[in-house]
Every structure is written in structure tokens, then in C-alpha cells.
């Protein structure tokens, strides 16, 4: 198996322009989450999907960020408009059986100046 | 405030001493898991802990949860450089979802 694949690996945008974020879960796990990662803040979960469905997305920070999964082998991370303090490597995971055992993608590390 | 206390935050030893990471939570969780993670990688899980108590080896890697499910311990024995990394504990709830610890920053020195 591939693994979690995200791309792109690194983006590098200026303030304002909309970010997307993609993600390819591993074939057959029905829950995906999509974390982010700060030096100040760690590991924090933002939204996650079971069966292609959101189930909690209480830590999605604010109204410019969007997260969709349209089919079991695809979501994507959306951020409109974006903002320098949203510089992050942002991860996505999945797993099979919810919250133990996620596997986590390589990352996106995402740059806004 | 991180929901799981993770100590120390950086450790830095010599190749072949021990050492220990301490994960401690007020709360009570379904099961404790064990994550390290390299620079420009995605975190990889080491282990599960779900019984209090319980008590699960991985080669040199001793891991620990605590009686009451709400801490637990990562023991190295006899580092090596090739377990140079930041070591995450998460807690799982019973809601599927994981709260990290701020993680622990290994070094071992060749």
C-alpha cells in the first residue's frame, strides 16, 4: 500500500490567495483526519471525516477554513482567503477502525507571507 | 493548554544510556498511543496501551500505562542515533478523536 498521499509538499503563497490541500486516504479506511502543526501549538486536530461524512469539525479555526470529502479516496483542505498566522505543516491521516492506529500523510507545509 | 503533559521537552543523550518520557493527563482516556516522528515526515505510531497497567515492549522501546488510564511512559534502553527523534503521546477518546501531547524531542549523540 502507498500510504497517505498529500499534496502538494510544500506551498508557498502570498496573503490573501486560496490554498487547497489535497489528500488520498489508504484504500479502505473510513475515518480521515486532517491535523495541523505549529511549533507553538503542536498537533492539533482540526476536522474529521467518517465515511465521507464530517463528524466534528469544532477545531477548524475559523470560517476561512473549508475541509470536503467528495468520494472514500479523496478530501481536500481549503483555505479562503489566507493569512500569514496560517503558516503550518498541515497533516492528514486516516484509519480503519477511528481513533486507534491513524496513519498520517508525509504533510503539506504551507507558507503565507 | 495541552490536555496531555508531556516531560521532558528536550532530551539529549550519549548513544547506549537509558532514558524515559513521561506522558500525564487529568483525564481518563480508551486508549494511550506512542508516535515519533522525523523532521519533514508525518507522524509513525509505535504503539497502543489499553489496558491499565499494561506493559508492551518493542525491542528497546518499553511502554507503559498507567493503572488509573491516565499516564503512561516510553523507557529506551541503550539509545541509538537511530532513535533521534520527537516522540508524541495521544490520548484517544471515546469520540474517535486523538489529543496530542506537545512531544518530546530526543537526541542521541554518537
Known amino acids: 500500500d502507498a500510504g497517505v498521499i498529500q499534496s502538494p509538499r510544500h506551498e508557498v503563497t502570498e496573503m490573501g490567495q486560496e490554498v487547497t490541500l489535497r489528500c488520498k486516504p489508504i484504500?479502505?479506511?473510513?475515518?480521515l483526519f486532517w491535523y495541523r502543526q505549529t511549533m507553538m501549538r503542536g498537533l492539533e486536530l482540526l476536522i474529521y471525516?467518517?465515511?465521507?461524512?464530517?463528524?466534528?469539525d469544532s477545531g477548524m479555526p475559523e470560517d476561512r477554513f473549508s475541509a470536503k470529502m467528495p468520494n472514500a479516496s479523496f478530501s481536500t483542505l481549503k483555505i479562503q482567503p489566507s493569512e500569514p498566522r496560517d503558516s503550518a505543516v498541515y497533516f492528514c491521516?486516516?484509519?480503519?477502525?477511528?481513533?486507534?492506529?491513524?496513519?498520517f500523510g508525509p504533510g503539506t507545509r504551507l507558507t503565507v507571507t | 493548554t495541552q490536555l496531555l503533559e508531556q516531560s521532558p521537552q528536550f532530551l539529549s543523550i550519549q548513544e547506549g544510556e537509558n532514558l524515559t518520557v513521561y506522558c500525564n493527563s487529568s483525564s481518563v482516556f480508551s486508549s494511550l498511543q506512542w508516535y515519533r516522528q522525523e523532521p519533514g515526515e508525518g507522524p509513525v505510531l509505535l504503539v497502543t496501551?489499553?489496558?491499565?497497567?499494561e506493559v508492551k515492549k518493542l525491542k528497546r522501546l518499553t511502554f507503559q500505562f498507567g493503572d488509573a488510564r491516565k499516564d503512561s511512559s516510553l523507557h529506551i534502553t541503550a539509545a541509538q542515533p537511530g532513535d533521534t527523534g520527537l516522540y508524541l503521546c495521544?490520548?484517544?477518546?471515546?469520540?474517535?478523536?486523538?489529543?496530542f501531547g506537545a512531544g518530546t524531542t530526543v537526541t542521541v549523540r554518537a
Open positions: 496501551v489499553v489496558t491499565g497497567g
Open positions: 484504500s479502505g479506511h473510513d475515518y
Open positions: 495521544a490520548g484517544a477518546g471515546y469520540d474517535y478523536k486523538l489529543s
Open positions: 491521516a486516516s484509519s480503519s477502525v477511528g481513533a486507534s492506529e491513524q496513519y
Open positions: 471525516f467518517n465515511n465521507n461524512v464530517p463528524i466534528d
